[in-house]
C-alpha cells in the first residue's frame, strides 16, 4: 500500500493516525472536518515548543458554498485526501468529540491538496 504513495507521506516525519471508523460530526456549508497528522521530528523539542503540523486527513466535506441562485459551489476534496492547512489553522484550532481531536476549517483555510 505505500508503494503508491508520495516519499514525503510515508517518511517517518510525516505520520497518520489510524482513521475513525466513522466521523461523528457532519459539516455544514463550505466547511470541511480534517484529522490533524502527527509531527514526528527528529529533533528533541520540548512540549511547550513544539507546533502543530500543518498537515491533515480529510474526514467530512460540506456541500460547499451556497450562491445567490440557490445552488451550491462544491468543494473539490473528498474524504482520505491529504491537505495543508494555511491561516490560524498552523498554530491550532480544533474541537475534542469523544476523545478525538478534529479540525473543522472553512474550505478557504485548506491552502493545498497532496497528490497522491
Partial sequence: MTDSLP?????????????PAVCPLTPMD??????RCESTDSLLVPDHLKKPSNKGRVLAVGPGRLLQNGAYA???LEPGDIVVFGGYLKDGAGIDVEGTKFLICQ???IIAKVNK
Fill in 7 to 19: 516519499e514525503i507521506l510515508t517518511s517517518a516525519a510525516f505520520q497518520l493516525k489510524p482513521r
Fill in 30 to 35: 463550505d466547511y470541511v472536518v480534517c484529522e
Fill in 74 to 76: 462544491p468543494i473539490p
Fill in 107 to 109: 474550505a478557504g483555510d
